[in-house]
């Protein structure tokens, strides 16, 4: 497991606007595309700033829920398109501030406990000393997947800073020129079917070479 992401930096960036405005504006939730689409791309609260097209954010929200299960498409009465809410509470049994905590180094990369505590009350106003801590403590494996990790200490730096795990390797952001844009991601399922097309043309190739030599022959 450890070896293999439980997120790309898309599926990170969607899952982090779904619990943020979960937790900072319950009102307005579960979110219907447009709006997940302008979360995941503001310019504030996020780093790197994404830019993304709606067919991109809808293609892996289709593989968060289909494959990975952690998010789910909700029909509400009335309503006049689906909206989407994420599953991570259900899944891994997170705290609203376990779940906070972890959407802020989503959204905006590696940050100190100091950091996290100024910037998680946006989504838990009423936050008690001590409790992001707790919250890293036990993010740091939950199901026996590590969520969280303690960087080293980065020279010049007072403090050290915590980071997600959810993406593997642990890329920093901050200094990236402009937005990131990333393209619409491949499913298992169009994986397979390449490789299935790939095997046809491989044996058409044969019977082509196989089908001359007889004709030679001949």
Do not use: W
């Not at 079917?193 to 070479?209: F, G, P, V, Y």
Request: proline residues 7%.
């Amino acid at each position: 497991m450890e070896n293999d992401p439980l997120l790309n930096p898309l599926e990170a960036r969607i899952l982090g606007c779904l619990i943020e405005k979960e937790l900072s504006t319950p009102d307005h939730y579960p979110l219907t595309l447009s709006s997940l689409v302008a979360a995941c791309t503001q310019k504030s609260n996020r780093n790197p700033v994404m830019e993304l097209e709606s067919r991109v954010v809808e293609k892996s929200l289709d593989i968060m829920r289909r494959e990975k299960k952690i998010a789910t498409l909700v029909h509400e009465a009335g309503a006049r398109v689906p909206k989407f809410q994420h599953e991570m509470a259900g899944v891994y049994g997170m705290s609203a501030v376990e779940r906070a905590v972890l959407a802020e180094l989503m959204l905006r990369g590696p940050q100190t406990p100091a950091e996290l505590r100024n910037r998680v009350q946006r989504m838990i106003p009423v936050l008690r000393e001590g409790q992001v801590e707790a919250a890293l403590t036990s993010l740091e494996r939950i199901d026996d997947i590590p969520m969280v990790t303690l960087l080293p200490k980065a020279p010049g730096r007072r403090e050290a800073r915590y980071a997600h795990m959810l993406c593997g390797e642990i890329l920093e952001a901050a200094d990236r020129p402009g937005p990131v844009v990333i393209e619409a991601p491949v499913s298992n399922e169009e994986k397979r079917i390449d490789a299935l097309e790939e095997r046809m043309k491989a044996l058409e190739t044969r019977l082509e070479s196989a089908l001359k030599i007889i004709e030679d022959l001949g």
